[in-house]
Each structure stands twice: as C-alpha cells, then as structure tokens.
C-alpha cells in the first residue's frame, strides 16, 4: 500500500527565502508524482506533474524535482513571496492519487 | 484547459437527512471519476473511484450504503451521504481523468464543505 510522507508539517521564512518542501513515497511503481497547492476551504491547484521517466519540472519559480528509485521528491520555491503562503500537497500516481499530508507554509513579509 | 464544476461549494443539513453532491466534468467525458474527503488539517483520503455505467469501487473502511456513488453519465458522477451525521461533517471533493491528456493530471472541482448539526 503507497504511502506518501510529506517534511516538513509546516513552515514559516521570511519574504525572498528559497525553500525546498519534501515529499517520499514507499512504492516506486508510480506513473507520475503532482505538486498542488490548496488554499484554506479551498479546493486543489495543480502546480506540477512529473511523468515517471522525468527527473524534474519547472514552472516559473518552481521546480520539482523526482528519484523515483529512492522515493523522492521535491518541490524548490525560488524567491518566496507572501501570496505563496498555502498547503502544498504531493501526490503519487499508482492508478489512483494518493496524497501526503502536506506542508502549510507561511511566507511573511 | 479542462473544467470539473462541483455543486454545492457548501451545505449544512441536520442529522439523518441525506446530501447529494455532484461533480461535473464541462468540457470533456470523464469515463472515470475520484471522490475524496478531507478532514480539518488532514490530507485528502480517496474514498472511491467511480466509473461511467458500472459500480464504484470503495476503498477500505468507506461504506458503500453510506456513501452513494452514481456515475450514469460521462460527465456527471453524484455523491450522496445518506442518514448522514455531525462525523461525515467534512471537505469532499472530486477529481476526474479526461482522456484527452491520458488522464494526467487529474482536475479537481473546487470541493464541498458538508457541515452536519
């Protein structure tokens, strides 16, 4: 059964910092690994999706990053901004999505 | 881009009534639809994947006869929480695989606060 542990739980860095979120799954057999972003009471965003075969994305400031063979990945934010504060979710792909608990991060200006 | 609606963003009922909430993909066939909950500052649990024209398939631990799936359409997948009560109090939210991109990634409607008094 997937598992997916994201560290940290939550995190708080002052406007500009770069910061790197962590994501492991248990079970290497994945199609694909998402990134979303969720609000509070809001539903989810996607903000990248790395394919299996990929070793990493990029999307303006953001750039994921997948080791499928250790289980990991990791979603860098350069740059941070306080419109950035939110949960940020991962997501492994076995057929179905399952999720990890997230990391709340608070960018203060 | 693809556009999954889901109505209603939030309902309040009393105990032992039953919800429906439904998900709708606006502008492509999802032949296959998730249904998720999420609890106050926990992760998203998949509860079922629903399927166009045949039955759900649960996951462990989520009741069938509680929680009703209906997928007769490739664009309309509903959820009822039947006899429901102040512990199905939760954000649901549903999320469906268009296959014009191979099903990746999954869209997601904008989720569903159910608040049971």
Redesign the interface.
């Known amino acids: 059964k997937q598992e997916v542990t994201q560290i940290p739980a939550a995190l708080s860095v002052p406007e500009g910092e770069n910061l790197v979120l962590n994501c492991s799954f248990t079970d290497s057999a994945i199609y694909n690994l998402q990134w979303f972003r969720q609000d509070p009471g809001k539903g989810l965003t996607s903000l990248l999706l790395i394919q299996s075969s990929q070793r990493e994305q990029t999307s303006g400031r953001l750039n994921a990053s997948l080791d499928k063979s250790s289980g990991r990945s990791t979603l860098y934010i350069a740059a941070s901004q306080p419109g950035d504060s939110a949960t940020y979710l991962c997501a492994s792909n076995t057929g179905k999505l399952i999720f990890g608990q997230g990391t709340t991060l608070q960018v203060k200006p | 881009g693809a556009v999954v609606s ?1 109505h209603p963003s939030w309902v309040i009922c009393k105990s032992g009534t039953s919800v429906k909430i439904e998900c709708r993909s606006l502008d492509f066939q999802a032949t296959t639809m ?1 249904w ?1 909950r999420q609890f106050p500052k ?5 509860m079922a ?1 629903s399927n166009e024209g045949s039955k759900a398939t649960y996951e462990q631990g989520v009741e069938k006869d509680k929680f009703l799936i209906n997928h007769a359409s490739l664009t309309l997948s509903t959820l009822t929480v039947t006899s429901a009560h102040p512990e199905d109090s939760s ?1 649901y ?1 549903c ?1 469906a695989r268009d296959p014009r991109t191979g099903g ?8 569903t ?1 159910l608040t049971v008094t």
């Open positions: 889901q998730f998720y926990q992760s998203l649990m998949l994947t954000f939210i999320s990746s990634p999954l869209h997601f409607g904008n989720g606060r």
